[in-house]
Structures are given as structure tokens and as C-alpha cells.
């Protein structure tokens, strides 16, 4: 598989820049931000951005286009992302299957209706936001509290955007997971469904036991054993991809942070060995 980058990755936060700076690389495959981020910063922050994206390879994972979004399509900012990227050779842009903004910004990721005119609409926007870009766009299941207007199944809907937009896929374990208690799904027929040849690479996180029937992705914990479990699944059904590890706050030491890279690293090498012994 034609993979933009290999191996156990993670989220570069801005608090944890001074922890990371003097790591031996082979702790770290690659790396992963939210251009919003760092679009345009300069100075002694900059700097420090630099010399972590000349060390690693780097995916843009984006916050801000609200490809679902009634308004308008921020093109502009599109073509700021694709400087961004050429700029610190970034080698690829990721973004949520959702929308965040109409007249102004929402600060939250809200989902989009589960509809045959929404898989047409927001494949026609990613297939503009392609054009600019001059590369495919790398979309991302997301989690959601609701499912409005729902009229098909979500593995459906992200699997008819992704044929009608002819873009890649993030998929998200745990987002798969938080779905399928909140929602009531089979969290495995999900993976199952995701086409293996758009898959570029994966998500795992932290997310809050709210109630027995709901789960809040919060990105502010340790992963739990069944997304691990669900993450070895995955493997197993669709090949070792690389996986990059999420956490946004309400960091641990560094050392708690690396040990689940490395239990990363181990489930893909565990999967990539029951592979071999298959062959």
C-alpha cells in the first residue's frame, strides 16, 4: 500500500515542544498538526516548528474547513494550507467529515445528515478542494452526539463520499468506537466496511465514560484496552497502516506518552508478523 508515511506517530502540541525537542527520532515515526496552528507563525515559535518538521515527516490534519458547511468554501484558505505543506514538506492534508462554521465559526465539529444530497454535496467540495490542492484530500470519520436527518447508515456515507469524491480516509478507531456505543452500532462491521485502498492512515485517543451509553471523545486520557483491541482489528482486517496518537490535553509525562506509541509500534508488529506466518 502506497502509505504517505510509515510507522507510530504523534499529535506535535505546542506543550509539548520542549519535551520532544532532544528525543532520539526512532521513538517517533512522523507527526501530525492543525495547519490553523502554525499557518503564518513566525519568530522564535517558528523556528522551533522548523526544526521539528525537518527531523520528521509531518501530516496537516486540518480543523477549520467545515467541508459539510452550508457557506461557502474557504478556497483561500485552502491555498494558504497548500503553502504550508510545500513549505515544510508536509506530505499530506487530512480533515473532518463534518462542518464547524456558516456565518461564522462554531468551535465543534457538527455532524453531517447521513443523506444521498450530502454525500453529493460535500463530494463536490472535497473534489475542489482536491483541484487546489493538486493532491487528494484525506477525510476523517468523526465522532458525533446526534445523527440528524439520518437516512442511511454512516459506513455507507463515508464509503459514498469517498467513491463520489474519489478522496482517501482517516479512519479514527476510537471515533469508530464512541460512535458505536452512542449510537448503538457494531463497531467491527464498521472497520469491515472502510475501503482498505483509501485508507492512508489511522487515529487512536482517549475518550470519557460520560454514561453507559455515552461516550465523550475527549483526546485528554489514555487509550482504553477495547480501542487497542479495536486498533489490533483493524490490522488484522486491513493490513498494518500507519496510526498516530492523539492527545490534546491534560498531558502525563512524556514517558506514559511514549509507551503508547510503542504499544503503537507493538500491535503493528505483532499483525505484520501473523501476516508473514499467513503467507
Known amino acids: 500500500m502506497n502509505y504517505p508515511v510509515q510507522g507510530a506517530g504523534l499529535g506535535l502540541r505546542r506543550a509539548l515542544m520542549s519535551s520532544l525537542a532532544d528525543l532520539p527520532e526512532h521513538q517517533i515515526d512522523f507527526m501530525e498538526v492543525a495547519p490553523e496552528n502554525w499557518i503564518g507563525v513566525g519568530g522564535r515559535l517558528g523556528k522551533k516548528f522548523r526544526s521539528f518538521t525537518e527531523r520528521y515527516d509531518f501530516l ?30 508536509i506530505k499530506a492534508y487530512s480533515e473532518h467529515l463534518s462542518y464547524c462554521s456558516d456565518d461564522g465559526h462554531m468551535y465543534d465539529l457538527m455532524p453531517i445528515p447521513f443523506t444521498e444530497e450530502a454525500v453529493s454535496y460535500v463530494a463536490e467540495r472535497i ?16 465522532s458525533a452526539y446526534a445523527e440528524p436527518g439520518k437516512q442511511m447508515e454512516e459506513a455507507q456515507f463515508v464509503c459514498e463520499v469517498i467513491r463520489r469524491a474519489d478522496c482517501d480516509l ?12 452512542n449510537h448503538g452500532g457494531d463497531a467491527l462491521a464498521f472497520i469491515k466496511a472502510m ?14 465514560d460520560e454514561a453507559d451509553d455515552l461516550l465523550v471523545d475527549t483526546h485528554g486520557m489514555a487509550v482504553k484496552d477495547i480501542v487497542w483491541q479495536l486498533l489490533a ?33 507493538r500491535l503493528q508488529s505483532i499483525s505484520a508478523g501473523q501476516c508473514e506466518r499467513a503467507i
Request: hydrophobic letters at 40%; proline letters at 6%.
Open 60 to 89: 496537516c490534519h486540518g480543523l477549520s474547513l467545515s467541508i459539510g458547511s452550508p457557506a461557502p468554501l474557504d478556497e483561500d484558505f485552502v491555498r494558504q494550507v497548500k503553502a504550508f505543506m510545500a513549505e515544510h514538506g
Open 233 to 265: 482489528d483493524t490490522y488484522r482486517i486491513h493490513g498494518v497502516i500507519p496510526t498516530l496518537l492523539e492527545r490534546d490535553f491534560n498531558f502525563p509525562p512524556l514517558a506514559e506518552l511514549l509507551s503508547e506509541v510503542e504499544q503503537i509500534r
Open 127 to 142: 473534489q475542489r478542494v482536491q483541484d487546489i490542492l493538486g493532491q487528494r484530500l484525506i477525510i476523517e470519520n468523526v
Open 195 to 208: 475501503p482498505s485502498e483509501r485508507i492512508k492512515y489511522l487515529h487512536v485517543a482517549g475518550h470519557f
Open 170 to 181: 482517516l479512519l479514527d478507531v476510537n471515533n469508530v468506537y464512541v460512535n458505536s456505543i
